[in-house]
């Protein structure tokens, strides 16, 4: 194995993105920048590049990788085919588990407080009766990103609701039923961001679904976003999911959302292990964590959830 360090050969790192996150994630020359600066030969290499050669690299890790939910069996192969031939971050098998978000039902068995989800299967009937009476719903597919093809939907909308539901159903792709949590259009979705199993920073960021019954899939996704201090239930909770994901090693990023449920408890919304955006530009010190993480990865010695926290949260 290559390393990092004065007279060694550098280790080869591939930060793993798309047509997409190549010419929209901002953080991405960073990234290779920084690693390239700690002492690894670090590029950007799309996940679907035909000329990849992944067994060229000591590591792989997954950046931003931002087409894979509209071709998500064709990426599972991908990165199966690619932790074949080098040690890829996320691990193939974290990813396919995190890329439905029937995972929330696993989250939810471990004890870890979740947004209550029903999913609504291919060929299962729906209907507006199917609905809690009174409730404002939040219905989604469950692969997707940026919450495409993603609505909320007041009381008086649920037969808009319902028809959403067997829409996705039509075309052979599971729904998800989720309450909407009101809370979220005045104190916003927090997104807690670890590096190693330790966290590093989170942002808070506006309400996502502004206008009731409107499915807009070029909406912003993260709209206002800014720098926050999780509070220790906050904490606490994101790390609660991270134990809960499957395999031997934590995984070497994660964001964690949460909303606040009526009561004001923490929830998570969802647990991102792919290719999250790490709102990097959000604090001075999240880059160098990142690479910190990415070298202790290439060293063979990625970190386990919960060990350190690098953060600082609210008391």
């Known amino acids: 194995m290559r390393a990092a360090g004065v007279g060694a050969e ?25 690693l390239c600066a700690a002492g690894l030969d670090a590029r950007a290499v799309a996940w679907d590049a035909a000329d990849a050669q992944w067994e060229r690299y000591d590591l792989a890790v997954i950046r931003s ?8 069996e064709e990426f599972l192969a991908w990165a199966e085919a690619a932790a074949r031939v080098t040690r890829l971050w996320n691990p193939a098998a974290t ?49 997707s990103a940026g919450a495409r093809d993603t609505a909320r939907y007041e009381p008086g909308q649920l037969a808009d609701a319902a028809r959403h539901v067997r829409m996705l159903r039509e075309q052979g792709r599971t729904a998800m039923v989720q309450p909407y949590l009101r809370r979220v259009e005045e104190e916003g979705e927090r997104a807690l961001v670890f590096f190693g199993g330790a966290f590093s920073h989170a942002i808070r ?39 809960a994901v499957p395999g031997p090693d934590g995984p070497l990023f994660a ?27 959000s604090d001075p010190h999240g880059l160098g ?27």
């Open 10 to 34: 550098a280790a080869r790192v591939a930060v793993v993105t798309s047509t997409v996150g190549a010419h929209e994630d901002a953080d991405l020359p960073l990234i290779v920048e920084g």
């Open 255 to 281: 964001r964690v959302d949460l909303a606040l449920g009526a009561e004001g408890e923490p929830v998570v919304m969802e647990l991102e292990l792919i290719e999250p955006n790490l709102f990097l530009g």
């Open 289 to 315: 964590r990142l690479v910190a993480a990415v070298t202790a990865a290439v060293a063979g010695e990625p970190g386990k959830p919960g060990e350190a926290v690098a953060g600082e949260a609210t008391a």
């Open 95 to 143: 990813v396919r588990w995190n890329s439905d978000k029937r995972y929330l039902l696993e989250l939810a068995a471990r004890g870890v407080p979740v947004v209550p989800t029903r999913f609504v299967e291919p060929g299962a009937p729906w209907a507006e009766e199917d609905f809690e009476a009174g409730r404002a719903v939040v219905v989604k597919p469950s692969v």
């Open 205 to 243: 960021k506006g309400p996502l679904l502004t206008e009731p019954g409107v499915v807009d899939n070029a909406r912003v996704a993260h709209p206002g976003v800014a720098p926050y201090r999780p509070t220790a239930a906050e904490l606490d909770t994101a790390l609660a999911a991270l134990a």
């Open 65 to 72: 990788t931002w087409d894979y939910a509209g071709r998500l």
